[in-house]
């Protein structure tokens, strides 16, 4: 049921608090955190696939595991596998990420990649789904059925169990002690409040839509942490309210696609922490175009020089994405629902493709 709300994307939505509290306290207590972690701090390399929205999520992985590790994974989008397959051995392990379990491209890289003695974790939200099953250690998220096409609670959980587990292999590794690694599971469990920032700037978010359900096409810009996100952002707001949105991380918009930008062209800029400055002066190329500049970000974008702000709360690199995806989902929710779609049910899109 959809418990009041007029879609389930937006219950959806609003679920992500509970749902990252549930993945939190689900994985604290499974073994599977510390055979996954085993397996990676043994791999000789590590390799992370998914599809869609579960591809960003490696990419968010890529992010932490890498600052917090030292260890770089390999990311391939799933229906890409064919170009590393020569490289893999058995030596090495494949994160495969996905909220179903049943996507093919994903099944199939898994596949291929376990005839060459690959070992695979998955993550999923679909106990006993065929990913599972082909895993050697599951790790899943406690989002609750999505009923939404569009990926929303799943994402976050995907990326707050990768982040889990990011950390649990630094731990191993001895690069954080475990007071270190018990202070950011402390501070995961704020994920719930951080994540609250959907409800608290709907209607900031509502007004941002207004403008933007006008716009033909935008760009969402942000760097490290935030270029991940804006590929979220950006393909959110495409699948639902078929307004061209592309990403790019901030830095590369100047080689090429800043060709694009005229008068009125919206650009969102995915403010996470620690790249204020460089995203300020990337603001201001754009601006000097004549773009109309969007921010959401956390708190120390105050001084953001953008037409339009959305402030999303005080957050460190840890926090920022369970603070700043909500209200850009939102965004996406709203600017369908204004242009006379259905945000459950966009077309020529099946929730899970089972197609390749
Ligand atoms: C986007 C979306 C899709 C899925 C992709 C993978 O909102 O829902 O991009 O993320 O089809 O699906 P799963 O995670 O089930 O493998």
Do not use: W
């Amino acid at each position: 049921s959809k418990g009041g709300y007029p879609h389930y994307m937006l219950k959806e939505i609003f679920e992500q608090p509970r749902a990252l509290y549930e993945t939190l306290i689900g994985l604290i207590e499974d073994p599977a955190l510390e055979e996954a972690a085993e397996l990676l701090v043994n791999a000789r390399r590590v390799f992370v696939t998914g599809a869609g929205t579960s591809y960003h999520a490696t990419l968010v992985f890529k992010h932490y595991i890498t600052g917090m590790a030292g260890i770089v994974p390999i990311d391939f989008i799933a229906s890409e596998h064919p170009e590393y397959m020569a490289a893999v051995s058995h030596e090495d392990v494949l994160i495969a990420v996905s909220q179903s379990g049943e996507t093919t491209d994903t099944l199939q890289a898994v596949r291929e990649a376990k005839k060459r003695g690959v070992k695979i974790i998955a993550v999923t939200n679909v106990i006993g789904s065929t990913l599972s099953r082909l895993a050697d250690v599951t790790l899943y998220t406690r989002a609750g059925p999505e009923i939404g096409v569009a990926a929303t609670k799943t994402f976050l959980t995907q990326v707050l169990t990768l982040q889990l587990l990011a950390a649990r292999v630094a731990c191993k590794l001895g690069v954080i002690d475990k007071s270190d690694f018990e202070s950011i599971v402390e501070k995961l469990s704020s994920a719930r409040e951080a994540a609250r920032s959907a409800e608290r700037l709907n209607p900031h978010i509502k007004a941002l839509a207004v403008i933007l359900s006008k716009a033909q096409s935008m760009f969402v810009l942000g760097r490290l942490l935030g270029a991940h996100l804006a590929r979220e952002a950006a393909l959110k707001i495409k699948e639902i309210s078929y307004v061209h949105a592309e990403a790019y991380p901030a830095g590369e918009s100047k080689h090429g696609p800043i060709a694009l930008v005229e008068e009125g062209f919206p650009v969102i800029f995915v403010g996470t922490p620690g790249v204020e400055k460089k995203l300020y002066s990337n603001m201001e190329e754009m601006k000097a175009r004549g773009a109309k500049v969007i921010v959401v970000g956390v708190d120390s974008y105050e001084d953001a020089p953008a037409d339009y702000k959305v402030l999303v709360g005080s957050y460190d690199e840890t926090l920022a994405p369970y603070a700043i995806m909500p209200p850009l989902q939102l965004l996406a929710y709203h600017m369908a629902v204004m242009l006379g779609y259905d945000p459950d049910k966009p077309r020529n899109l099946a929730k899970t493709v089972t197609v390749e």
